[in-house]
């Protein structure tokens, strides 16, 4: 988020912006389930312009033991911007903001993975910025919580994240790079759809406390728009494997 200046014009007179959208409209989202092999579970994102690919390892024994608990699985979660996902190369390797995100993102599934059922085990969250062009962290998310329920973890439910904030002293959903750069403020949010409960809250900028509230609303009203993708990636994956299935028939013979 930049400093908040208002003299770039982000929103002309008629409500649109610098992509041709409304100020309370998402960019397009494409969702798909199921893209690494290799994975336990997988997910890949195309949020605007963001590219985002998660993979999921576990349940699986925690090594080494130490880290173990005997109550519950351990989450981790590595969110990594790769060195060539922005204009300007990043330095590879974890930043202070991707260990702040990987954070924040893990604290949000230990909130809703039954971690109980899997004592001593560990459940590893792979997050890979492929491209960035803000709201990365929302797409990890999304991206994160299909590639969960990929692999079979036990969650109370997918976790749908969209940001919502100020530019041109107007809210606005979806903060596109111009928007989060010199915008007024950013207010990503993740939720759980089917307790309305929030797991994830940050802001970054300055909002009243109504335009908080209704910045608030717009996120997780478009919260339950991305739960809809989620569901429906998971859908055509199944669908796609149910379909590929040998013929029980043609198995017997």
Same mark, same amino acid.
């Given at each position: 988020m930049g400093g908040g200046s208002t003299d770039i014009k982000l929103i002309d007179e008629k409500g649109i912006r610098l992509d041709g959208r409304r100020v309370d409209q998402l960019r397009p989202i494409k969702i798909e389930a199921g893209v690494l092999k290799n994975a336990d579970g997988s997910a890949y994102v195309e949020w605007g312009k963001n590219k985002v690919l998660a993979a999921v390892y576990g349940?699986?024994?925690?090594h080494p033991r130490h880290i173990q608990d005997p109550t519950r699985a351990v989450v981790d979660v590595i969110y990594n911007m790769c060195s060539f996902s922005v204009e300007e190369r990043v330095r590879p390797g974890p930043g202070r903001r991707s260990v702040e995100i990987s954070k924040?993102?893990?604290d949000a599934f230990r909130n809703?993975?039954?971690t109980e059922q899997f004592p001593r085990a560990?459940?590893?969250v792979y997050i890979e910025i492929l491209q960035a062009n803000a709201g990365t962290r929302c797409a990890g998310v999304v991206a994160a919580s299909v590639a969960?329920?990929?692999a079979g973890v036990p969650?109370? *439910? %997918?976790?749908?994240a969209c940001a919502a904030g100020k530019a041109n002293n107007q809210l606005i959903l979806d903060l596109g790079k111009e928007e989060d750069n010199v915008g007024q403020a *950013? %207010?990503?949010t993740a939720i759980v759809p089917k307790t309305g409960e929030i797991v994830l809250l940050q802001m970054d900028g300055h909002l009243t406390q109504d335009e908080f509230d209704r910045a608030l609303q717009m996120s997780m009203n478009a919260c339950m728009q991305i739960y809809e993708?989620?569901?429906?990636a998971l859908r055509r994956r199944y669908a796609t494997s149910a379909n590929d299935a040998p013929d029980t028939e043609e198995v017997r013979q």
């Open positions: 349940p699986r024994e925690a924040v993102i893990a809703v993975i039954f560990k459940i590893d969960l329920a990929d969650m109370m *439910d %997918l976790v749908p *950013d %207010l990503p993708l989620q569901k429906d």
